[in-house]
């Protein structure tokens, strides 16, 4: 199976910053999408992260937010912009390569906005 | 959209015993319901799922259910161990490889040693 990894793990920012979250994938797949998972809760989608084009958001979830880009079928960023402390979550990619709907999540980014 | 309710949300079973964790769905398009473990500080992970042209799939100790007409799926794990102590999520997608998944809200199986 493919090794999917991001970065960073974790991170520490000031409220009214953003932060970039980069998930890099070792094989070419054909599905990316974005979840948020708060302290303690379960996970919920943002977006699926479409290459070559706009991602798409789930209800609640904004562009302007939650800017993502996929140049390529290996790579994917989240930018969580403007933070405040309700921001603090992990930030989870998944990846879909098989377009068969079975999602395989990378580490995580733990982001914590004081 | 899709609404995921999930129960019980805490699982307490002495070692060897069976649990059994019960999910339901709200979109009759739902056609794919995995099943995700996750340990404390880990990512989750695949553990089985179902579609749904299947009733039933058995991976060793744990099994999926399927009932499409009554919209809920559940989890058997079998002769339970410690190393299965974790969070549990189900899920459920309309499929096609293009749609995301909506969770539940996850219980935590407590083994009891």
């Known amino acids: 199976s493919a090794v999917i990894s991001q970065k960073p793990s974790r991170d520490i920012c000031q409220r009214g910053t953003s932060l970039t979250i980069q998930c890099q994938v070792d094989?070419?797949?054909?599905?990316m999408f974005w979840y948020r998972q708060q302290p303690g809760q379960s996970l919920t989608l943002i977006a699926t992260?479409?290459?070559?084009?706009?991602?798409?958001?789930e209800s609640g979830f904004v562009i302007d937010k939650f800017p993502i880009s996929r140049p390529n079928l290996t790579f994917s960023t989240l930018t969580v912009s403007n933070m405040s402390p309700e921001d603090s979550s992990i930030y989870l990619c998944?990846?879909?390569?098989?377009?068969?709907?079975?999602?395989?999540f990378g580490p995580g980014t733990r982001l914590t906005v004081l | 959209g899709e609404n995921v309710e999930q129960h019980p949300s805490t699982l307490s079973v002495q070692e060897g015993d069976s649990a059994v964790i019960k999910c339901t769905y709200s979109d009759s398009a739902s056609n794919y319901f995995p099943w995700y473990k996750q340990e404390l500080g880990k990512r989750p992970q695949l553990i089985i799922d179902i579609r749904s042209n299947v009733g039933e799939k058995k991976d060793q100790r744990i099994a999926v259910t399927l009932n499409k007409t009554a919209k809920h799926f559940s989890l058997h794990i079998t002769e339970t161990q410690p190393e299965d102590s974790a969070v549990y999520f189900c899920a459920a997608s309309s499929g096609g490889g293009a749609d995301g998944l909506t969770f539940g809200k996850g219980t935590h199986l407590i083994i009891q040693p």
């Open positions: 094989s070419q797949v054909t599905m």
């Open positions: 998944s990846v879909d390569w098989l377009a068969g709907n079975e999602q395989f």
């Open positions: 992260a479409n290459q070559g084009s706009e991602a798409t958001y």
